[in-house]
């Protein structure tokens, strides 16, 4: 709950004048709702959320830094392992850049 209070107060920021930015709202809201876990330790994702990720059996629960992303299995895979992606490209440019002195990584 803390990350996601940390992006909406980011998120309340924007300029709900701009159109870019309140269709942004509008999308990256859409369909939000908390979801609680049962005494069982189980979480039920809504039907309407569940088609919207076409989460049609397996699922998979995958970190993603601070969030836990929930996935269809068969597209999490494919997601993963994309051919058409080079890593060690796509790290370059994305970390490539970054040094952080105090931990030896870059």
Known sequence: MAEWNIMMQKINKLNR??????????????G??????????????????AVFASINGNLVLSSAINIIEIWDKDLYEKAVDDSE????????????????DDNGIS
Request: glycine share 4%; proline share 2%.
């Open 85 to 100: 992606i080079d890593f060690a490209d796509l790290a370059e440019e994305v970390m490539g850049n970054t040094n952080d």
């Open 32 to 49: 939000v709702r908390m979801v609680e876990i049962d005494s069982t330790g189980r979480l039920l994702v809504p039907k309407d959320l």
């Open 17 to 30: 004048f701009n159109k870019k930015h309140n269709d942004f709202i509008r999308r990256f809201t859409v």
